[in-house]
């Protein structure tokens, strides 16, 4: 029998799970987002086909969504709800019988499984997460993880798409490097400042230049990205944390100082309400700015301890924005907390 990874894809997830509770929405242009209000400042996190049809997209504020969909029907976001709804999902993957399953997020998974009928394997995964859930998914085929990603857009919604090696030039060799996985505008940006613009280019493209141009990490994961290489396998490996963070985006912009910190304290407490379950303490210290209009910086610094001390976490990041040295109103702001690895590693 074959190898094969499935890559499973709930369609428009938070707005599915939402139409289980508003079945009168079913057909109608929805919009989750914020709290589901499109006058305030939030984003969309996820729409319906109906909305995407008018241009509207996950990060679009809610806002333009508005304006491009002026009948789109507002919801706010539910987490507690969409949370036992991925758990479902993922418990019935990992009940599928001899699948290696790989978490990507609530709502799309890798899936390994070995069988001569892919096809048949993904239809069966489908099924069955329908019958436990209510909810559909898409699936795509591969033979590497890369390809399996990249297959299941061809596939939505509902739907089934197979990438492979004896496929890939035919399906992605004239399409965009920015069609791969993991490469955005501003990477495509680069790539093509150095004679690169499809993914055909970067599958024959130099490994040397690519090294030069990205480094020798970035250069050689380039190169397999084209080619739709890499991992042929999923890594059921439970998933350790790295970090917590908070950020709110405020409907007042904050104008001094003062309502920064206070901002900033109330961020602190609540990422180390996070880390402390994990009781494992933080050692790095990320802040998040956005000033008005919409300019955003990040910025890192590293504790001389570990600690759980809220107003060290605090004081760290305010004196991170003040060496921002920027008197424009902040409208988001978000603190992480890095924490030290756990016992063995990652």
């Known amino acids: 029998m074959g190898r094969w990874v499935l890559h499973v894809d ?10 289980l509770r508003r079945p009168e929405l079913v057909g109608l242009p929805v919009v989750v987002g914020g709290r589901g209000d499109p006058t305030e400042r939030a984003v969309v996190s996820t729409a319906s086909y109906e909305a995407r049809a008018h241009g509207v997209r996950s990060g679009l504020a809610l806002k333009l969504a508005q304006r491009r969909c002026p009948d789109a029907v507002f919801l706010p976001v539910d987490f507690p709800v969409y949370e036992e709804a991925s758990a479902r999902v993922m418990e019935t993957l990992r009940a599928m019988p001899g699948a290696v399953v790989e978490v990507l997020g609530w709502d799309e998974a890798f899936v390994g499984v070995e069988t001569d009928d892919p096809l048949a394997a993904a239809h069966a995964i489908q099924a069955a997460v329908l019958e436990a859930t209510s ?3 898409s699936v795509g ?9 990249i297959a299941t857009d061809f596939g939505k919604p ?5 990438l492979t090696r004896d496929n890939w030039t035919e399906v992605m060799g004239a399409r965009p490097t920015t069609a791969l996985w993991g490469v955005g505008n501003r990477i495509g940006a680069r790539l093509e400042a150095i004679g690169i613009r499809t993914v055909a280019d970067l599958a024959a493209a130099d490994e040397d230049a690519l ?4 480094g020798p990490a970035s250069g050689g994961h380039l190169g397999r ?5 890499g991992r042929a396998w999923p890594d059921d490996t439970p998933w350790v944390a790295r970090a917590h963070g908070r950020e709110t985006t405020y409907q007042a912009d904050l104008l001094t100082a003062e309502a920064v910190r206070a901002a900033l304290a109330e961020l602190a407490t609540r990422v180390v309400d996070d880390v402390r379950r994990e009781d494992r303490a933080v050692q790095r210290v990320h802040l998040k700015v956005r000033f008005a209009p919409f300019i955003t910086f990040t910025k890192v610094r590293k504790l001389t301890e570990p ?3 809220v107003e060290v976490i605090t004081q760290t990041a ?7 040295d920027d008197q424009r109103p902040v409208r988001l702001l978000g603190v992480r907390g890095e924490m030290v690895p756990p016992e063995g590693g990652y």
Request: glycine share 10%.
């Open 10 to 19: 709930m369609d428009q997830f938070l707005v599915a799970v939402e139409l």
């Open 135 to 137: 909810l559909h998914c």
């Open 141 to 149: 085929i591969g033979d590497t993880l890369v390809r399996a990603k």
């Open 158 to 162: 509902q739907g089934t798409f197979r």
């Open 211 to 214: 090294v030069a141009a990205f």
């Open 225 to 229: 990205l084209g080619r739709g290489g």
């Open 307 to 309: 600690t759980f001390d």
């Open 318 to 324: 305010f004196d991170l924005f003040l060496a921002l």
